[in-house]
């Protein structure tokens, strides 16, 4: 078998770069490990970036999404009891959209039927032949059968867990790691959400997050040790977590019903440079995790994917391998700015066990600076909605 591009993962990185190369006429293979039910069975978080609902429509992906997603205009931050508004499309012009993960990725599954692209699933022991040679290969087991495929590049979007970074050889590749000692245990509820839509929320007993997916369903958020397990959160428990967290506004707007998805999720900064090893490229959560404050993982990856399209349309339309060369560099400086954004938020907003009465001074004062400044609320509304690609 042979294709032009190998995509290892059918993930929203997999799935968007697939899209994209198929119509700029680049022919590709998706290997995913899982069924497409388990897939699409993920909640994730659900805020795009301008730049990101850019791509899904340029993929021809943003019907629905244009349809049902929401746009937002404005951001609330509850800080020790009160209630603050950023103006994001004030200060830049631009609006976010709040749209499920999940929904995303059923709407390229979509747009890759209707173009007839060749997902593989149940693809079991995937592993990467030859990536720094000119012919590079993937072999994978399916029913008991061995496959080879044979092609010009390989996407590694196959997720933190995956096997495209551990191709790279260990002393070639350099990480970088933060853990937080804490999690967030998210409930999704059909609920109406609360009248803000979108709350971030440093208290006294530790942050929380009110968050939507539309009219009637709701994500709330709670920092939780990580120590707790979920069977220690009841519903009720939950909720009264998290309204003693909320500024009196909020908490007034606030309607709670029975969880219908409940999960602890630790938080995590991490980044593998490079993102390119020969003709293999990492894409995403394969190269790169960010903790959830500020919602950059999907966005973060339909950069890469961004970039990565760009090199490859452009090495087939005229044979340069500049684009290629340069993507690792050319990615890398944007994960590392979203990296900065999200471990900043982590950082202001969070109640952590080892924290000194100064250093809880420090997190007011970032606090006072970002929302007594038009200029820092300007500067951080322009990377929520997405630094340019
Ligand atoms: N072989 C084949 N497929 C694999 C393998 C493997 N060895 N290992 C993992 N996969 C598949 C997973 O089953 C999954 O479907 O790769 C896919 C990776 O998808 P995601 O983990 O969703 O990663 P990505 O596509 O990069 O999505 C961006 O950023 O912060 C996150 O929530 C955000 O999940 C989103 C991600
Ligand atoms: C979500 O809706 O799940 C969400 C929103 C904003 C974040 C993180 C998660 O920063």
Same mark, same amino acid.
């Given at each position: 078998m042979r294709t032009q591009v190998a995509i290892i993962g059918a993930g929203p990185s997999g799935l968007l770069l697939s899209q994209l190369l198929n119509r700029a006429g680049i022919a590709t293979v998706v290997l995913e490990r899982q069924s497409r039910d388990h897939v699409l069975s993920r909640i994730r978080a659900g805020v795009l970036e301008w730049g990101t609902t850019e791509l899904l429509r340029a993929a021809g992906v943003g019907e629905r999404m244009? =349809?049902?997603?929401?746009?937002?205009?404005?951001?609330? $931050?509850?800080?020790?009891?009160?209630?603050?508004?950023?103006?994001?499309?004030?200060? !830049?012009?631009?609006? &976010?959209?709040?749209?499920?993960?999940?929904?995303?990725?059923?709407? #390229?599954? %979509?747009?890759?039927?209707?173009?007839?692209?060749?997902?593989?699933?149940g693809a079991e022991d995937v592993a990467l032949h030859d990536v720094t040679s000119d012919r590079p290969r993937v072999t994978w087991v399916k029913d008991g059968e061995r496959h080879d495929l044979s092609c010009d590049f390989i996407a590694g979007c196959d997720g933190f867990h995956g096997v495209s970074r551990p191709t790279i050889p260990a002393e070639r590749r350099r990480e970088f790691e933060k853990v937080y000692p804490f999690g967030w245990l998210g409930i999704l509820s059909r609920t109406p959400p609360v009248p803000q839509?979108?709350?971030?929320?440093?208290?006294?007993?530790? @942050?929380?997050?009110?968050?939507m997916r539309n009219a009637m369903l709701s994500r709330h958020y709670v920092q939780v040790p990580l120590t707790d397990r979920v069977e220690d959160w009841s519903d009720a428990r939950f909720w009264d977590? &998290?309204?003693?967290? &909320?500024?009196?506004?909020?908490?007034?707007?606030?309607? !709670?019903?029975?969880? +219908?998805?409940?999960? +602890?999720?630790?938080?995590?900064?991490?980044?593998?440079?490079?993102?390119r090893w020969g003709r293999l490229f990492l894409c995403g959560d394969a190269a790169h995790i960010v903790p959830p404050t500020g919602a950059k993982g999907l966005n973060l990856a339909v950069?890469?994917? @961004?970039?990565?399209?760009?090199? #490859?349309?452009?090495?087939?339309? !005229?044979?340069?391998? %500049?684009?290629?060369?340069?993507?690792?560099?050319?990615?890398?400086? =944007?994960?590392?700015?979203?990296?900065?954004?999200?471990?900043? &938020?982590?950082?202001?907003?969070?109640? $952590?066990?080892?924290? !000194?009465?100064?250093?809880?001074?420090?997190?007011?004062?970032? #606090?006072?600076?970002? #929302?007594?400044?038009?200029?820092?609320?300007?500067?951080?509304?322009e990377t929520y909605l997405g630094l340019p690609y």
């Open positions: 244009d =349809r049902e997603g929401k746009p937002h205009d404005h951001i609330h $931050f509850g800080v020790n009891g009160q209630l603050f508004r950023v103006d994001c499309h004030g200060l !830049t012009g631009r609006r &976010l959209m709040v749209y499920g993960q999940t929904e995303v990725t059923t709407d #390229l599954y %979509a747009a890759q039927d209707a173009i007839g692209g060749t997902i593989i699933h839509h979108m709350v971030y929320v440093a208290s006294e007993s530790g @942050f929380a997050l009110c968050s977590a &998290l309204t003693e967290r &909320l500024p009196e506004e909020v908490r007034a707007g606030l309607v !709670t019903g029975p969880s +219908i998805e409940k999960s +602890i999720a630790p938080l995590r900064s991490f980044v593998s440079e490079p993102m950069g890469d994917v @961004f970039y990565l399209q760009e090199a #490859l349309v452009e090495h087939y339309a !005229t044979g340069s391998m %500049a684009g290629i060369e340069g993507y690792s560099t050319r990615a890398l400086d =944007r994960v590392w700015k979203a990296m900065r954004f999200s471990w900043q &938020l982590t950082m202001m907003m969070h109640r $952590f066990p080892q924290d !000194t009465p100064y250093d809880r001074r420090m997190q007011d004062a970032e #606090l006072s600076m970002l #929302l007594d400044s038009a200029a820092a609320q300007k500067a951080w509304a």
